[in-house]
């Protein structure tokens, strides 16, 4: 009896984790985009239009999403090592029915001093939205050490609400 009661509760965990998990970018929207080309779309967001991007931190988020929550001590933790480092940090909120080049929230570019792209992506992986499984800080920490990434994560699952 334990045993079916054990293989059900484990059957039920992947199904209830499974429908939690979202693609960052079902469209596919960002296959085939350049670094320059994701930069051109997301200057054209009113917010951005005259908005020098050097060193910058984007995060975008979206009232309606509640997978924001489970990223805020993540936010928080890089926009620290981000003022740290330099980086001027710009917040930006979506709505569910704004089309930009934008695929899910939470995301975040990291843009270099040369207006570059770094990083575009979500925060992380998995359904935490942690630090324990993300690339942003690895992005920053090998900036600062002089490697420029120019990485563009699209094709993952996690804890996003598609726009």
Same mark, same amino acid.
């Given at each position: ?44 967001? #009113? &917010? *951005?239009?005259?908005?020098?991007? $050097? ?6 988020? %979206? /009232?309606?999403?509640?997978? =924001? ?46 207006? #570059? &792209? *770094?990083?575009?992506?979500?925060? $992380? ?6 630090? %324990? /499984?993300?690339?942003?800080? =690895? ?25």
């Amino acid at each position: 009896m334990f045993f079916l009661w054990l293989i059900f509760t484990l059957i039920a965990a992947i199904y209830f984790i499974q429908n939690r998990l979202a693609q960052f970018d079902p469209e596919l929207n960002l296959n085939g985009n350049s670094r320059y080309s994701l930069i051109s779309q997301i200057r054209e967001l #009113e &917010l *951005l239009k005259e908005t020098d991007l $050097s060193n910058t931190i984007i995060h975008f988020t %979206s /009232n309606d999403c509640s997978c =924001t929550q489970y990223s805020v001590d993540h936010k928080l933790s890089i926009d620290k090592i981000a003022k740290r480092d330099g980086f001027k940090v710009i917040n930006i909120n979506l709505s569910q029915d704004l089309h930009t080049i934008i695929p899910s929230t939470p995301a975040i570019l990291i843009v270099d001093k040369q207006q #570059e &792209l *770094l990083y575009f992506g979500p925060y $992380s992986v998995g359904l935490a939205c942690s630090e %324990s /499984n993300g690339y942003v800080e =690895t992005v920053l920490k090998n900036y600062a050490k002089g490697y420029h990434s120019n990485l563009i994560i699209s094709d993952v699952k996690g804890c996003y609400c598609n726009l």
